[in-house]
């Protein structure tokens, strides 16, 4: 999304393929990603579909997790942790990425 979302833009869900995901699978995560306020989205709703969705924009919470994961490092250790348990949700997931960002900034490794 953050790839492929301009100021004043929106990405039309039908457009979004994530092998090996299916297009109900894609479309019931940008829903969850919306009501948990890590996008904005409008939805698309006509007589003989499902609702669709537009991504209109990424939410001050989903940049914040993304900024958090963007080092391959951090991203790692993250993955790491929450691997350790059955299931994480987003917002653990997102607490831990922020934790671990903290700990290697205020514990920066020697050179």
Not at 46 to 70: C, E, K, Q, W
Request: hydrophobic share 40%; no cysteine.
């Amino acid at each position: 999304l953050e790839e492929h979302l301009g100021y004043d833009d929106r990405l039309d869900a039908s457009s979004i393929k994530i092998e090996p995901y299916t297009y109900e699978e894609i479309l019931y995560t940008i829903s969850l990603l919306s009501e948990a306020g890590y996008i904005k989205t409008i939805p698309i709703r006509n007589l003989s579909a499902a609702t669709s969705y537009f991504v209109v924009s990424i939410l001050m919470p989903g940049h914040d997790l993304l900024d958090n994961i963007r080092d391959n490092t951090v991203w790692t250790k993250t993955k790491k942790t929450a691997s350790k348990f059955t299931s994480v949700s987003l917002n653990i997931l997102s607490s831990v990425a922020s934790n671990v960002l903290s700990t290697m900034l205020l514990n920066p490794p020697t050179v």
